[in-house]
């Protein structure tokens, strides 16, 4: 944990501030790479993606504002970031994810009690996010990696994936 706080300046001190607040504004869950990291062995990541109720996303974006963070819209998200932290909040604002807090389950995230997408929402967010052809390389690949540890951990999940990423895993 201190390291990822140096690492990050000061990002598990911006993550707690940010559930507390998402605690405060409704349903939510983590989704992205530190839901994976629940669900196997970790891997370190700089960025913190979330789902929140869509109702509730503008109030939560505003509070984060009035805490000193600060907030861009995109086309399909809003991000948030702490002035001189490096860790990078996401809210998907993608329609398709407004299910996942009513799944999502209790875990602990960098010492902290987070809601967190249940295993099978992760891993087709993570199908979402591979799916897509306009991410650069980098997170494609991630996203990639995300799931092949997904699967290696529960088998069971290969089935949801596309024919080419079940052969490249069958072949090891």
Known sequence: ??????TTQGGSTDFARLID??????????IGGLAVN?????VYT?????VVIAASLPELTAHLESQ???TE?????????APGGKLRIQFTTDERYQAFPARSTDANVLGIRVRVASREDVTQGKL???GDPHPRLSKRKKNKLDLIRL?????????LYPSELREQLDRG
Do not use: T
């Open 151 to 159: 699967a290696e951990a529960y088998p069971e999940l290969k089935s």
């Open 38 to 42: 629940c669900y196997v062995e970790p």
């Open 46 to 50: 700089l960025d913190a993606d979330l």
């Open 73 to 81: 819209a995109h086309e399909h998200s809003v991000n948030a970031q």
């Open 21 to 30: 607040a998402c605690e405060a504004f409704g349903p939510y869950c983590l």
């Open 128 to 130: 979402w996010a591979y």
């Open 68 to 70: 000193g963070f600060k």
């Open 1 to 6: 944990m201190e390291a990822y706080e140096l």
